[in-house]
């Protein structure tokens, strides 16, 4: 079957616009998190949805970071007023079983 | 000291040896460990999974678990060129349903 999926693939944003990154789950997954990669390291948490609800968001660097999955299932993280900081691969995981399957990732370049 | 640390390499083998890739973590408690291959520009993908003590094989991969040591590694055995990535060790730590990673180890394959 189809995996999770992300989109925009890629984004160059000026510093201060917002941006908004979409992830599919796969179907009938309902645990949905979402990392930020900086180049060299490893994924870091940013937050995790159960269904529609948000039970952890301890890893938003900043009240910029926003997300959302208003029906539980697609979802959507949106950063405000971009920084240059912000420029990294944002993926989005659902999970099955324990197992955290990733989309391919949003990468996002903040001039 | 970070959560899981891990060598960054490059680790350098000559194809058909075996590759080892060593991974510690701080938290006690974890329960869930896994081994995540990622080739440049790509995301994460699971290579293996391990919950309990002892060794685990899949094919061409063992992961072994030493909890009292907090200490997880994998040996990828008959390396090949196509499997050289960065290999990211990822834990669940105590109560937590995200996963933290490595900063990853690069591999190299030599021909």
């Known amino acids: 079957g189809a995996g999770v999926s992300q989109s925009p693939r890629y984004k160059v944003a000026k510093r201060g616009q917002d941006v908004a990154l979409r992830c599919d789950p796969i179907?009938?997954?309902?645990?949905l998190f979402w990392y930020q990669q900086a180049l060299g390291q490893g994924p870091e948490f940013l937050t995790y949805?159960?269904?529609?609800?948000?039970?952890?968001k301890s890893g938003l660097p900043s009240d910029r970071f926003f997300a959302e999955r208003p029906e539980g299932s697609v979802s959507t993280l949106k950063i405000q007023r971009t920084q240059q900081e912000d420029s990294a691969v944002y993926l989005c995981?659902?999970?099955?079983?324990?197992?955290?399957?990733f989309g391919p990732g949003t990468r996002l370049l903040v001039l | 000291q970070k959560e899981v640390e891990q060598n960054s390499g490059p680790l350098s083998v000559p194809e058909g040896a075996i590759a080892s890739l060593n991974c510690t973590y701080s938290?006690?408690?974890?329960?869930?460990f896994f081994w995540y291959r990622q080739y440049s520009g790509k995301s994460p993908e699971l290579i293996m999974s391990?919950?309990?003590?002892g060794d685990k094989e899949d094919g061409r991969f063992t992961a072994q678990l030493n909890k009292a040591s907090q200490y997880v590694s994998l040996l990828i055995r008959d390396s090949q060129p196509s499997d050289s990535a960065t290999y990211l060790c990822?834990?669940?730590?105590?109560?937590?349903?995200?996963?933290?990673f490595g900063s990853g180890t690069r591999l190299q394959v030599q021909p």
């Open positions: 995981a659902s999970e099955d079983q324990e197992t955290q399957y």
């Open positions: 179907s009938g997954h309902v645990s």
């Open positions: 949805f159960q269904n529609e609800a948000q039970l952890d």
């Open positions: 938290d006690r408690g974890s329960q869930s």
């Open positions: 391990i919950y309990s003590n």
């Open positions: 990822a834990v669940k730590g105590t109560g937590r349903r995200a996963l933290t």
